[in-house]
């Protein structure tokens, strides 16, 4: 598509609890990313995807969080027994390098997010 | 703390007045900036970038300065409107470093009318 899709929208769960949120990427783009937005400030960086491969994970919380974008399917994130401090916004983006006018982009474009909430 | 977050620094600016809003990074390495829009409930929109081989750039209604000399960004947005209000955020990025992006911790502009 067009935009980064995500979902759920919103996902409440009791701490303990597994959760998993998904990321489609624009149509194309070979790059995703997932970052955690806390008290609507502060974004952190978890985890970057060249296409199915894993980029960069320096950001991830090595113990309960994972991440996977395999082919032909959404890009998934998942949190193992989730803890009160899970409560963020978790957003994807996704990127392409491309050439436009003698220059180099390769900005990223933000999913809507998916608001968890950890009980 | 936590409250921290709930805290952001506001920028009040009359309709039709011009905004400047500043962002301070820290990493000398960083090569490429962009700044972001965060609207209520939405996810950060791209507005501008610059890389750092310029110290200017403008797009419609907005130009963003680069000062590499005190890792200094800004964003001006000329005759700002009511649809400007948001939270905005800069972000950096050391190509060589991977694509991640480092952002800033956001500026909250309300536009009066």
């Known amino acids: 598509g067009e935009e980064v899709a995500q979902t759920p929208k919103h996902l409440v769960r009791g701490e303990g609890q597994k959760a998993k949120l998904y990321c489609a990427p624009i149509?194309?783009?070979?790059?995703v990313f997932w970052y955690q937005q806390v008290l609507k400030n502060e974004f952190k960086f978890l985890i970057s995807?060249?296409?199915?491969?894993?980029?960069?994970e320096t950001g991830m919380p090595k113990e309960r969080f994972s991440a996977k974008c395999l082919p032909n399917s959404p890009c998934s994130l998942e949190i193992q027994a989730t803890k009160l401090e899970d409560s963020a916004v978790y957003f994807c983006?996704?990127?392409?390098?491309?050439?436009?006018?003698?220059?180099?982009?390769?900005?990223?474009?933000f999913g809507p997010g998916t608001r968890l909430t950890v009980l | 703390g936590e409250s921290v977050g709930l805290h952001l620094p506001t920028l009040s600016v009359q309709e039709g007045d011009n905004s400047i809003i500043n962002c301070a990074y820290s990493?000398?390495?960083?090569?490429?900036f962009i700044w972001y829009k965060q609207e209520s409930g939405k996810g950060p929109q791209f507005i501008i970038d610059?890389?750092?081989?310029?110290d200017k750039r403008q797009g419609q209604r907005v130009t963003v300065l680069l000062n590499k000399t005190v890792k200094h960004l800004s964003l001006q947005i000329a005759a700002t409107q009511p649809g400007d209000s948001a939270v905005y955020f800069c972000?950096?990025?050391?190509?060589?470093?991977?694509?991640?992006?480092?952002f800033g911790g956001g500026t909250r502009v309300l536009v009066k009318p």
């Open positions: 610059i890389r750092s081989n310029m």
């Open positions: 149509k194309g783009h070979s790059y």
């Open positions: 995807f060249q296409n199915e491969n894993v980029f960069d």
């Open positions: 990493n000398s390495a960083s090569d490429y």
């Open positions: 983006a996704s990127s392409q390098y491309h050439m436009e006018g003698g220059r180099t982009y390769n900005e990223q474009f």
């Open positions: 972000a950096e990025k050391a190509e060589a470093a991977g694509n991640k992006l480092t």
